[in-house]
């Protein structure tokens, strides 16, 4: 059983720090790539980092049209799972030896932001914690793209929607609408959000368990 974690790609400046990160995981990495963007991994040696040339956007695409674009036009393995990140997001220490030891077919988590928001998050994105108990949890403005995982057998029936950045949060309603009895809600596991973005990892304030640390920029 792999893991493949998708994730769109526009932070080419990131790239030596996401490197760095994931490759002691064991994960395979697929960057979702903008024919521009794809020129970082003209040079890539390394089989885990298997990158997607997607096409050109359109001016009312949301990121989740790259999701789309994969699960399109790619092999999708049934045992296989399936991850999704943001280009500067990053996941807690263990992450994925947590993952390797389940057998559901979807696994919700939870999401660290950080002590501050920045003045340049255009989104303010607040500095939180969102932890995941139960099904009633997973709700749209609750729960995003990096809090979940799931089976590719799961992951092949299902498409993103590409109207509004709050998509991610609609998936996973409709991954609980429609299997529930398969979600298994992981409450001590998590992802952090923004982890590289300048200024919201900034003290110890946000950590939840002591082997959690500050970001390092390569």
């Known amino acids: 059983m792999n893991i493949h974690i998708l994730c769109p790609f526009y932070r080419k400046n990131l790239l030596p720090t996401l490197i ?29 980092i298997q990158p997607i040339l997607c096409p050109p956007f359109n001016p009312t695409d949301m990121c989740y049209r790259k999701i789309n674009d994969f699960l399109d036009t790619k092999h999708i393995i049934d045992d296989d799972y399936y991850g999704f990140m943001g280009d500067d997001d990053m996941y807690e220490p263990g992450f994925f030896d ?9 696994i919700v988590y939870c999401l660290s932001r950080g002590d501050t928001t920045p003045e340049c998050d255009t989104e303010q994105h607040p500095a939180m914690s969102i932890t995941l108990h139960t099904l009633d949890d997973i709700r749209t403005f609750n729960i ?5 995982i799931l089976k590719g057998s799961i992951l092949k029936q299902t498409r993103f929607g590409n109207v509004s950045k709050f998509d991610d949060g609609a998936y996973a309603e409709n991954l609980k609408a429609k299997f ?7 409450s001590d596991l998590y992802i952090f959000g923004n982890y590289f973005q300048p200024g919201r990892y900034t003290n110890d304030n946000w950590k939840i368990k002591s082997n959690w640390e500050l970001p390092k920029i390569i």
């Open 20 to 48: 760095n990160y994931l490759e002691p995981t064991g994960i395979i990495w697929h960057p979702l790539c903008d024919p521009i963007d794809m020129t970082a991994f003209y040079d890539n040696d390394k089989s885990w």
């Open 98 to 106: 947590v993952i390797r030891q389940q057998t559901s077919k979807i």
């Open 144 to 148: 995003g793209l990096g809090m979940y």
């Open 180 to 186: 529930p009895d398969d979600i298994k809600i992981l």
